[in-house]
């Protein structure tokens, strides 16, 4: 069992539409949970980062963690044309100099006009 | 400022052949990363470091070497370029909290 799974996708939208986006993962230490938006030949964008359990809004943008089911979600709300990227989840066990992310494969989102 | 920055951009290098790919960041972050993304395969730990003149290998750092003489450069080394080097490469700065990435290194090896 790979460490983070994630569903490559392609995933393809209208806009307006609420998109879920998610990742589980195996390694029951993971306690920092991050999103990054990577557009087409350009570095990954750090968008949500979460400590435990729980749920962190950000304007359009909500992550939720869910750590009994080692289960994390973004939420994207009123998708636009601009949220077309790839997504990919993060995470460490570790917040000091340990700290080493494991990703996991990303999904392909496009929205379209 | 500037954040963290890769250069070149875009390089093809033959087989055999060495380069450096340089990676600078401007936020006095003490931890800096190398990674590689191959299409389907997300990004993979090369090297890191914790600080300057301390580094360690991450989970694929073979054929590659990396040095820390100031807390601002992170410099790889590809010695004897081969083409399962042809890859994307980020660098990563971060201090506490998540990780902060340049726009990456295109990287072919024919």
């Known amino acids: 069992q790979k460490e983070v799974e994630q569903d490559p996708g392609p995933l393809s939208v209208p806009e307006g539409a609420i998109v879920s986006l998610n990742c589980t993962y195996s390694?029951?230490?993971?306690?920092?949970f991050m999103w990054y938006r990577q557009y087409s030949r350009k570095g990954p964008e750090l968008l949500m980062y979460?400590?435990?359990?729980g749920n962190k809004e950000d304007g359009r943008f909500t992550a939720q963690v869910d750590k009994s089911s080692k289960y994390i979600s973004l939420f994207i709300r009123d998708s636009q044309p601009s949220d077309s990227a790839t997504y990919l989840c993060?995470?460490?066990?570790?917040?000091?100099?340990?700290?080493?992310?494991?990703f996991g494969k990303g999904t392909l989102l496009t929205v379209n006009p | 400022n500037a954040g963290v920055t890769q250069t070149p951009k875009f390089r093809i290098l033959k087989i055999g052949q060495s380069m450096t790919l340089q990676c600078t960041q401007d936020?006095?972050?003490?931890?800096m990363y190398w990674y590689r993304q191959d299409p389907g395969m997300g990004l993979k730990l090369i090297y890191y470091s914790v600080g300057a003149g301390i580094t360690d290998k991450g989970e694929v750092p073979n054929g590659y070497n990396v040095s820390r003489s100031t807390t601002e450069d992170f410099p790889l080394r590809l010695e004897l370029a081969a083409p399962s080097q042809t890859s994307v490469y980020f660098c990563?700065?971060?201090?506490?909290?998540?990780?902060?990435f340049g726009q990456g290194t295109r990287l072919t090896v024919v």
């Open positions: 936020m006095n972050h003490n931890y």
């Open positions: 979460t400590y435990s359990s």
């Open positions: 993060a995470m460490s066990d570790s917040g000091g100099s340990n700290y080493k992310l494991t």
């Open positions: 390694n029951s230490a993971f306690q920092y």
């Open positions: 990563a700065s971060r201090e506490t909290g998540a990780s902060f």
